[in-house]
T-cell receptor
Framework: AQRVTQPEKLLSVFKGAPVELKCNYS??????LFWYVQYSRQRLQLLLR??SRESIKGFTADLNKGETSFHLKKPFAQEEDSAMYYC???????????FGGGTRLMVKP | DTGVSQNPRHKITKRGQNVTFRCDPI?????LYWYRQTLGQGPEFLTY????????KSRLLSDRFSAERPKGSFSTLEIQRTEQGDSAMYLC???????????FGQGTRLTVV
């Protein structure tokens, strides 16, 4: 079965500290991986996708096929990064996202 | 706001009643998706449309659930004989085509009492 796991429900760090939000996947084939973010009272929105290899708002994520992981990292957290973060995998047909349970990131001043 | 629009934003209904939600995708987006999100969980896929054709349905979509996209534009999701377990946030998303970014609506929060 296709599965995306985010082991941490809550991650709390101080401003300026490094952040790593963990994501592991169990998927047949070669899924495309994404990170979505939901800020308070806003809709779910795409943060980044692994094929673009971009850094968005200082966040990066590297796909590690050997460990089946796609952890999200930022070297220096900012208060405005506080949000819910969801890791997701797109199936090979490109028509269904499987989401992890989400991690709430709280960045304290 | 030219993004994905969902109505109503909130719905409270008594158990056993039928409810219908509407989703207006971004104009010219061919693909439309419905997801359900319960408290503390990530969104779960329900169904997806390519234009007016419903091409994929999750096992989560019991026979009490029906979705339509009659003209390939807006979509409706109907739940018949609602149960308390149907209480959730129902999310709609649309994308231009395969493997392009999916844009989500604000969701409809359903509470069955």
């Amino acid at each position: 079965a296709q599965r995306v796991t985010q082991p941490e429900k809550l991650l709390s760090v101080f401003k300026g500290a490094p952040v790593e939000l963990k994501c592991n996947y169990s998927y047949s084939g070669s899924p495309e991986l994404f990170w979505y973010v939901q800020y308070s009272r806003q809709r779910l929105q795409l943060l980044l996708r692994h094929i673009s290899r971009e850094s968005i708002k200082g966040f990066t994520a590297d796909l590690n096929k050997g460990e089946t992981s796609f952890h999200l990292k930022k070297p220096f957290a900012q208060e405005e990064d506080s949000a819910m973060y969801y890791c997701a995998a797109l199936n090979n047909a490109g028509n269904m996202l499987t989401f992890g349970g989400g991690t709430r990131l709280m960045v304290k001043p | 706001d030219t993004g994905v629009s969902q109505n109503p934003r909130h719905k409270i209904t008594k158990r056993g009643q039928n409810v219908t939600f509407r989703c207006d995708p971004i104009s010219e987006h061919n693909r439309l998706y419905w997801y359900r999100q319960t408290l503390g969980q990530g969104p779960e896929f329900l169904t997806y449309f390519q234009n007016e054709a419903q091409l994929e349905k999750s096992r989560l979509l019991s026979d009490r659930f029906s979705a339509e996209r009659p003209k390939g534009s807006f979509s409706t999701l109907e739940i018949q004989r609602t149960e308390q377990g149907d209480s959730a946030m129902y999310l709609c998303a649309s994308s231009l085509n395969m493997n392009t970014e999916a844009f989500f609506g604000q969701g409809t929060r359903l509470t069955v009492v």
